[in-house]
């Protein structure tokens, strides 16, 4: 799909008549709004309409033709639920392989098959029922926080996937609050879990401080890499993180306001099984979760 420029569901006076066509820049008539998501192109809806039957009004729904679409993360007019990428607007060269997954959520952007396949914005003030966390975890506006019980715990929060893939990619974006002036370690990461009798396995890629130094972390359990960065616990600061998964190599990416860093290690090839988000010795702000899966041949 390739979307044109977008802003938020617009609620203007004059401009186009119900069912006529309308965008952004050329909003409609009182008593309607400018459906982004219509296949066919935008056209007028009527706002107090639910054209969709999800129960959510038309003039509040980010996605009209589908359930879902109560929250627009990246306020580009298309709902979370049925955005090709819930993290950023639409770029410039959407979606180069066509699998509806757009740049830079696509961690394939030439091999088709990716699938969004959990995402959140922490929107609502509890988790989805099959999700886990500790008891550390509150959501309110748009935010997971975490506060660690104590200065050495390690506090998770978890979603399960739907695919058994050993091709994944887990976003994350998150803010620091406070660093615990008695945690022999800081840090904040986004995981990947494969959860089995015979035994969890663990990736993790993430900003960690121990003793003032402060560095981007890639754990897989069997093996690790780090990059050293100047400043990954400012309060001002905003962190994006990325760990990708493709057999058995596995990157970390950081993203700050002013610097980025990368990591690369070998895995054992796991499949994951879960998404999550960790924290240690910090209270810490994450605003999405992210996890997007290419999966066995015959599931997409
Ligand atoms: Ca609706
Ligand atoms: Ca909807
Ligand atoms: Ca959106
Ligand atoms: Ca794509």
């Avoid at 219509?38 to 009209?64: H, M, S, T, Y």
Wanted: a negative charge; aromatic letters at 6%.
């Amino acid at each position: 799909m390739k979307f044109a420029p977008l802003f938020a569901l617009v609620l203007a006076a004059c401009g186009t008549d119900l069912g006529g066509p309308c965008s952004a820049a050329d909003p409609c008539d009182s008593g309607s709004v400018c459906d982004l998501t219509n296949p066919e192109g935008a056209i007028c809806v009527d706002a107090k309409g639910d054209d969709d039957g999800d129960g959510i009004l038309n003039e509040r729904d980010f996605c009209q033709h589908q359930m879902g679409g109560a929250y627009d993360e990246d306020q580009d007019g298309f709902g979370d639920d049925c955005d090709a990428c819930p993290i950023a607007p639409p770029p410039a060269a959407p979606d180069t392989d066509g699998d509806d997954v757009d740049s830079p959520c696509d961690p394939d952007p030439f091999t088709p098959g990716d699938r969004i396949v959990v995402f959140t914005g922490f929107n609502e003030p509890t988790l989805p029922s099959t999700w886990k966390a500790t008891t550390a975890w509150t959501f309110q506006g748009g935010e997971a926080k975490v506060t660690p019980a104590t200065a050495t715990g390690l506090e998770t929060l978890s979603a399960p996937l739907p695919l058994v893939s050993t091709n994944i990619a887990l976003l994350t974006r998150y803010r620091v609050d406070r660093v615990d002036p008695a945690a022999t370690e800081s840090a904040a990461s986004v995981i990947g879990i494969d959860r089995r009798p015979a035994g969890t396995t663990i990736v993790s890629c993430g900003g960690s401080r121990v003793a003032a130094m402060d560095r981007l972390l890639l754990d897989t359990g069997v093996g690790g890499s780090q990059d050293a960065m100047d400043q990954l616990f400012d309060p001002a600061g905003l962190y994006r993180v990325a760990i990708k998964l493709e057999g058995a190599q596995a990157q970390c990416a950081m993203i700050s306001d002013r610097e980025t860093g990368a990591a690369q290690a070998a895995s054992n090839g796991e499949a994951m099984s879960e998404a999550g988000l960790t924290a240690r010795g910090a209270t810490i702000r994450f605003t999405y979760l992210l996890a997007v899966q290419r999966g066995p041949v015959g599931t997409n």
